[in-house]
């Protein structure tokens, strides 16, 4: 099995920030980079949470332009609907149907999947991409601060409920959109549902991207025996509308070297539709990295196994 680690200068545009997370790193690293085979996934099924809009609808298409039957697993459905004409516009034969599911609201994702499995025998790639930024501690409709509820409790009671139908396809995969944010923050097993810091939208969202990444392992192991992959990724720095509401300054900033959302969804689409890839990594523009980069951010494997088991138990 080939591992995809960083050439060194690959590594070295990674550290610099700036340069690996913009569209400057993108251009240099995609020259080296082969064509998706066409229909790759001709036959094959997916679900992509947060579909509507940004990095989401990019997946989608990216998917259907390669063959697959993509889900949108949207909060609202009408912009779903809008989202999957537009894609249908570049992709004519696009298999697109549209499905309400707040990834947030524990209930409403246990409706998404009993009808997802009343209709669908089979799925083959799932993305967890749905996400929120909220500027102050907002809770979930069963009590969970609604980051952690986005971004760490819905994916992984969606993605137990749907692993029978995961089961049944040849080497399916989850794919979790991380964030290059998470580099900064360590877990917090003592405060996972932030209740006694002060609260500020963007660290509450890096920590439970941090979650995302040190659960993944756990879930490849979890999952290895039914043939299920799991991966973990961030998108770089990426010129959304999410960005631009939740960190203005940011955004004002950095927006000559924002990636597009399709520069943001390439890895992800590119870890749907390539085999043999190792389960349980952090991935970044086709390569496997760090998970940390400064020390204060390593956690115990004690911490690794407090959040695992509230996660369990916080959604039954």
């Known amino acids: 099995m080939t591992v995809y680690h ?44 947060g ?18 039957s993509v889900t949108l697993a949207v909060r609202n459905t009408s912009r779903g609907d809008a989202a999957a004409a537009e894609i249908t516009a570049t992709v004519p034969d696009a298999v697109l149907p549209v499905e309400r599911c707040d990834v947030a609201d524990l209930v409403n994702v246990r409706e998404f999947a009993d009808r997802f499995l009343g209709k669908t025998d089979r799925l083959d790639v799932l993305v967890h991409n ?36 995961m089961a049944r396809a ?21 405060d996972l549902e932030y209740r006694t810091d002060d609260y500020h939208g963007a660290t509450a969202y890096s920590r439970s991207k941090r979650m995302q990444v040190t659960l993944t392992p756990v879930l490849a192991n979890h999952y290895a025996g039914a043939g299920i992959s799991v991966h973990s990724m961030h998108p770089g720095w990426v010129d959304t509308s999410g960005i631009a509401t939740s960190l203005p300054k940011f955004h004002a900033l950095t927006r000559p070297l924002l990636r597009s959302p399709a520069d943001g969804a390439d890895t992800a689409i590119w870890l749907a539709a390539t085999d043999r890839l190792p389960s349980g990594r952090f991935w970044h523009d ?19 196994d407090r959040l695992w088991q509230f996660c369990a138990a916080a959604i039954g």
Request: net charge positive; with cysteine.
């Open 6 to 49: 960083p050439t060194h200068l690959d590594a070295t545009l990674d550290r610099t920030v700036v340069l690996g997370y913009s569209r400057i790193g993108f251009r240099v690293r995609r020259r080296a980079w082969p064509p998706f085979p066409p229909q790759a996934l001709k036959g094959r099924t997916a679900v992509v949470t």
């Open 130 to 165: 749905a996400g929120v930024m909220p500027t102050s501690r907002t809770e979930s409709p069963q009590g969970h601060e609604l980051c952690l509820a986005t971004h760490v409790l819905g994916p992984l009671l969606l993605t137990e409920l749907l692993s029978p139908a």
């Open 286 to 304: 086709r390569r496997i990295r760090p998970e940390h980069y400064l020390r204060r951010t390593h956690e115990r494997s004690a911490d690794r």
């Open 51 to 68: 579909a509507n809009s940004g990095i989401g609808k990019a997946i989608a298409a990216g998917l259907a332009g390669l063959g697959a």
């Open 170 to 190: 040849a080497a399916a995969r989850v794919i979790l959109m991380s964030s290059g944010g998470m580099y900064t923050q360590a877990l917090h097993p003592d």
